[in-house]
């Protein structure tokens, strides 16, 4: 379970730049939640996101994971209690580590590595039959390079490295936004069944509405580093895309033109 | 060429095969342009000397040089690290320090050690002909070197350092701390680099506060003709690569030096490393805009 208590995060803060990226936002993930944030750009989706992992700094408020406060821990010593996948596909991993290696890697997350061989027999055998699981034909491939992956198979395969140690919260920062959308579909479905699967609690960033609704239990909307929104159960199960457009409507009080969110 | 300068470039070859691996280390699998080995070869050669001439263990010498080397590293990647001084300065900061230092611990800018004991002693009083004794020994020294380097870039820990050195912001997301693995990773690279100056001191007799000039050089030089001549993404061959490499550098410049035609001097060796290591680093790139323009045409 994790928690976000009236976590405030200023970039450039005493500078003409100062920018309020999130503003007194609070947030309970119960143990198997899969929440869904939308907004705008610039609503502090994916600073919301960064705070938690530790990349981004609380300017006030705190962090619970595991019911420890991490608000000043690195990304590092979070990083036990936290997996994420990033936007980018060259971002969550090494193109210059072999594909076992880099699943070892992730394997590692989270307990303390020592100096036993990283791709050991029974480590290799568990991560060979993860990457079967795919039906990518990865499994046959795993000692070249993870450059020489397509982005949608490398995303494929980041997120499966999220999964391969255990977790207090996933989190997913877009991670299907730089695909095409074949790939896109792919990653996202393997997004459901992982969660599922291991009981996840995730919270996933996206721009499109529609997956929003359709994908996990919550639905969470920020607005200027607030949230607008948080819907869930029979409520969140009748709202429709067009509901979601009317709040955010209502909340910027004026008509959304030519918002990207529309069209996706 | 004579067998005697042959088997000699070898040896000096070995010798800085152990720098190229600790070279390799630094640049290429932790991308930290390390300086720091100027100074921390000649601080192995000045330690090891040093305790040798004072009535210490040969082999306590060449260790507590090696500490020196690992504590050398510790110095530049703790102030890069800890306070984000650029990695190229802060090495260059330690290297110009380790100067005074290895001044000091010599309190001479040489040490000759012709008549005293060293590691080699014993394997030199068997019998065998002195000529082979020394390439053997650090043939032997080598091989320990090269496979405890890949057993351990192979480990979890190890794992964890070419992550770092490939993608920090990934490793910090898989709980490695980035920083941490930095450090070891420079104090090891000079930890190597230092044993090489120990020995190299040991095998040639004296140590000098001048022998670190260009070491960062070479060492890049036998990593770069490694990689060109035994390119390949496994991590054994690029270790042995390294060593391969360091081996023909010095058996291409005794060459150049023993070809009478060629008119080069000793004194020539840098400004032909240098060129060397730039044709090398230039090539790759030269070849890469070269297919670029075959495949628009």
């Known amino acids: 379970m994790i928690a976000v208590e009236n976590l405030s995060v200023v970039f450039n803060a005493g500078t003409p730049l100062e920018r309020r990226a999130l503003r007194g936002v609070s947030l309970a993930l119960a143990d198997g939640e899969f929440v869904c944030v939308i907004g705008s750009n610039g609503a502090g989706k994916s600073t919301l996101l960064g705070a938690i992992a530790g990349d981004v700094s609380a300017a006030s408020g705190r962090i619970l994971v595991a019911g420890q406060d991490v608000t000043r821990q690195p990304a590092e010593a979070r990083a036990q209690h936290v997996a994420r ?16 290696e880099n699943l070892a890697l992730a394997a590692g997350r989270g307990s303390r590595r020592g100096f036993g061989n990283a791709l050991r027999r029974e480590r290799a055998e568990m991560l060979h039959a993860r990457i079967k699981e795919l039906a990518l034909g990865l499994e046959d491939r795993l000692d070249q390079p993870m450059g020489s992956l397509s982005g949608g198979q490398r995303q494929a395969l980041s997120l499966v490295m999220a999964t391969l140690a255990p977790s207090s919260v996933l989190l997913l920062d877009e991670h299907t936004a730089a695909l095409d959308p074949r790939n896109a579909d792919f990653v996202l479905d393997l997004t459901r069944t992982l969660a599922a699967r291991f009981g996840l609690t995730v919270l996933m960033v996206t721009h499109s509405m529609r997956q929003a609704l359709d994908l996990g239990t919550r639905t969470i909307m920020l607005h200027e580093g607030q949230i607008l929104l948080d819907v869930s159960g029979e409520h969140r199960s009748k709202l429709t895309v067009e509901d979601l457009i009317d ?3 209502k909340a910027r009080g004026e008509e959304l033109a030519e918002d990207r969110l529309l069209t996706s | 060429m004579s067998q005697i300068a042959l088997v000699g470039a070898v040896e000096l070859g070995l010798v800085y095969a152990l720098v190229a691996l600790g070279v390799y280390l630094s640049f290429r699998v932790l991308d930290f342009p390390d300086l720091t080995v100027d100074g921390s070869f000649p601080l192995g050669a000045a330690v090891a000397a040093t305790m040798i001439v004072s009535g210490f263990d040969p082999w306590l010498a060449t260790f507590v040089a090696i500490i020196a080397g690992g504590l050398a590293g510790f110095a530049t990647a703790f102030v890069s690290v800890r306070f984000g001084v650029l990695h190229l300065l802060a090495s260059i900061l330690t290297m110009i320090a380790l100067f005074s230092v290895n001044l ?18 014993p394997f030199l009083d068997l019998g065998l002909d002195d000529l ?27 794992l964890a350092m070419r992550a770092t050195g490939a993608n920090p912001r990934m490793a910090r997301a898989q709980g490695v701390r980035v920083g941490a693995q930095v450090i070891a990773g420079v104090m090891l690279s000079n930890a190597l680099v230092s044993l090489a100056g120990a020995l190299f001191a040991q095998t040639n007799g004296f140590a000098d506060v001048t022998s670190g000039v260009g070491t960062i050089v070479v060492g890049l030089a036998a990593v770069i003709v490694g990689e060109t001549v035994m390119p390949s993404r496994r991590l054994w061959v690029a270790l042995v690569s390294c060593i391969a490499g360091a081996v023909i550098y010095r058996l291409a410049v005794q060459l150049a030096l023993s070809a009478d035609f060629l008119g080069l001097q000793a004194s020539d060796l840098n400004l032909a ?10 090539l790759p790139k030269l070849r890469g805009r070269a297919l670029g323009r075959r495949a628009r045409a």
């Open chain 1, 247 to 249: 709040a955010f409507r």
């Open chain 1, 85 to 100: 996948v990033f936007q980018d596909p060259l971002a969550g991993s090494c193109g210059n580590l072999s594909i076992a």
């Open chain 2, 132 to 158: 082979w004794v020394r390439p053997l020994f650090l043939a032997v020294i080598v091989l320990v070197a090269l496979i405890g380097l890949a057993w351990f870039l192979r480990s979890e820990t190890g």
């Open chain 2, 104 to 121: 000091r611990i010599m309190g001479r800018p040489n040490v000759a050690l012709l008549t005293q004991e060293t590691v080699l002693t």
């Open chain 2, 273 to 282: 490393t240098a060129l060397l290591v730039l044709v090398a680093l230039v």
